[in-house]
Structure formats: structure tokens, C-alpha cells
């Protein structure tokens, strides 16, 4: 179990990667790397019942319906958005909070981890709050040249420890890391 703060739901950044850094295409598309081996991934939805996004609407449908084919509907998504009308539709909470009010709101809810499923400024922001308490990051076999980097420029140091890897039929490989926190950093 990652080394949580909190000793509550963690928040676990699950995304795939290119090998020059990327989290995203330049049109900002999360999904372009191969598929993990389904008990892997049947294994990391099991793990999570709550989902942070930034996403387009399109992507956003697109990574709600690849999830239920492994939960069905079982996850709530949140969607942090400056420019979407907060409220709830289309199975989604749309809000304008930061990032660490969400994150302390949704861990004092009882249930299992949070996935922070984003690229690029968001990530930054939840570093800079210290709200990573965990990575499953997908290391795609691909260089794209151009995207969003999965870290923006900026970003905190944060350190982590690999505690398991997997290497996917697909060519994947996955990286699971936790947060290593020091009497410094807590």
C-alpha cells in the first residue's frame, strides 16, 4: 500500500507514457498507447472506485466507456474543468475546485482509491499540493515527437519508489510506483 499522508484512499496517477515523455498527443488525446493485459487492468479498476479527470468531452467518453467494459458503471468521475457548468450530467461531476479541496472532500468519503487520470498541468498542480501517493504509469513502445509532456515544466521533485513492474503481451510495460515520504515532505 502506498505510504499515504493520510492513511486514506489514495490518489494513484494512472497513465500511459511515450518513451520522449509524452502523456498526451498534441490534439491532447490520452489513449494512444497499447491496451495492458486485461487481469492487470481488471486488477487496477478493482483497486479504484473514483476517477479525477481534465478531459475533453469526447476523451472523457471515450476513457468512461474503456472502463466499463472492465466495471460496468461502477466508477464516479469528476471532471476538474474552468470552462464546464459544475453540476452533474452524463454520469460525470463537473467542477471548478482545486485540486487539494476535491482530493481532501473525496477522502473523507468512504471507499477505495482515487485515479488521477491526466497529463501536464494537472499533474503539476497535483504535485505541487503533494496529493500523489501513487503511479501506474503505462510505458508505451513509441516516440511521438510532440504532445503534452506527462510532467509540465515546473513540476515539483517529488520521489518514488518502483515497487513492481510488468511487462505487457502488447509490448506495455507498466511501472508502479509509491510516494516516498520523508519527515521533510510530510
Not at 482515487?114 to 503505462?138: C, N, Q, T
Amino acid at each position: 500500500m502506498p505510504n499515504s499522508r493520510f492513511n486514506q484512499r489514495n490518489v494513484v496517477l494512472g497513465s500511459g507514457l511515450s518513451l520522449d515523455g509524452y502523456g498526451a498527443t498534441a490534439d491532447r488525446r490520452m489513449s494512444f498507447v497499447p491496451m495492458p493485459d486485461a487481469e492487470q487492468l481488471v486488477a487496477f479498476y478493482n483497486r479504484i472506485d473514483t476517477v479525477i479527470v481534465a478531459l475533453e468531452p469526447e476523451e472523457l467518453a471515450n476513457w468512461s466507456e474503456r472502463a466499463a467494459d472492465f466495471v460496468g458503471t461502477l466508477l464516479t468521475w469528476y471532471c476538474l474543468s474552468d470552462t464546464a457548468e459544475p453540476g452533474y450530467r452524463d454520469n460525470v461531476h463537473f467542477t471548478r475546485e482545486q485540486p487539494g479541496e476535491l482530493v481532501r472532500r473525496l477522502q473523507a468519503l468512504p471507499g477505495r482509491d482515487i485515479w488521477l487520470l491526466a497529463s501536464g498541468d494537472l499533474v503539476r498542480r497535483f504535485l505541487e499540493e503533494d496529493l500523489i501517493d501513487a503511479m501506474s504509469l503505462g510505458l508505451g513502445p513509441m516516440v511521438l515527437g510532440a504532445g503534452v509532456p506527462l510532467f509540465a515544466p515546473g513540476s515539483p521533485r517529488r520521489d518514488f519508489r518502483i515497487v513492481s513492474t510488468h511487462l505487457h503481451r502488447s509490448g506495455l510495460v507498466t511501472l508502479n510506483l509509491d510516494r516516498v515520504r520523508t519527515a521533510e515532505s510530510a
